[in-house]
């Protein structure tokens, strides 16, 4: 009987076409296995191959991140060290992930809490810059996004980019944030009639924008303590 290689296999058994069409989350242990080694040797698919390797490992990730590349090279034909130090690599990488834990991200709850987080980008620029924050529900921040860039006096900022980038990030809350380089810190009319469009943008999204906060030199103005953004 001719053995059946990876290509030769439907697109849904394919391990990489699998993780394409499916996302990653589907596959199993082997196939995520024969994904890193590549191919197998001339009795196994990738695939067979990588089932035969855990289960000489009891089926368990922690046991196969014991093995060196003697161990792996040795006693599998097919792996050799290149394909050993790769599987040795992953599980390293996997034992790292599990023990930095996850990483907390800055909650965002004032005007004060937006200030500081853009005042090293923004204090010191001799042109303006128009940024936004991406927040969750829970006001953690997901992302910060650059807009625009403009003079000593205006920048623009498109309305259609800034919900592009929430909706990407599946962003529930959203902050406007941009510098004055001449030192007055009030908004322009121009600025009041972007934060509304913004607003009922968001609104039509089910994003709420929060503030809209403008700095200038060591102070800021806040739309939302002012009581323009309701």
């Known amino acids: 009987m001719t053995r059946l290689r990876i290509c030769d296999l439907p697109e849904e058994d394919r391990p990489r ?12 242990d082997a196939e995520l296995l024969a994904i890193l080694i590549g191919s ?23 046991e ?3 093995y060196d590349i003697k161990k792996l090279s040795t006693n599998f034909k097919g792996i050799g060290k290149v ?3 790769t599987i040795i690599a992953a599980l390293e990488l996997g034992r790292r992930r599990a023990a930095s834990g996850v990483i907390k991200r800055k909650k965002i709850t ?12 923004l204090a010191d620029l001799p042109h ?15 992302k910060k996004v650059k807009i625009g860039q403009g003079g000593v006096s205006e920048t623009t900022a498109d309305i259609k980019l800034i919900m592009k980038e929430a909706v990407a990030n599946l962003a529930s ?16 009319r121009h600025d009041d009639i972007l934060t509304e469009r ?14 809209h906060v403008i700095i200038a030199e060591n102070i800021c103005y806040s739309y939302a303590d002012k009581g323009h953004i309701l």
């Open 17 to 28: 076409e699998k993780f394409l069409q499916k996302g990653i989350s589907v596959l199993s």
């Open 173 to 188: 809350h959203l902050i406007l944030c941009h510098n004055h380089p001449s030192g007055n810190v009030h908004p322009s």
């Open 40 to 62: 197998g040797n001339d009795k196994e698919t990738a695939v067979e191959l990588s089932m035969r390797i855990l289960n000489f490992a009891q089926n368990n990730l922690w």
């Open 128 to 142: 303006e810059e128009f940024w936004i924050l991406l927040l969750s529900r829970s006001c953690h921040i997901i």
């Open 83 to 85: 394909k050993a130090m």
């Open 110 to 121: 004032t005007s004060e809490d937006i200030f500081q987080y853009f005042y090293p980008y």
């Open 198 to 211: 913004v607003k009922q943008a968001a609104l039509l999204l089910d994003i709420t924008l929060l503030d």
């Open 64 to 66: 196969l991140g014991k």
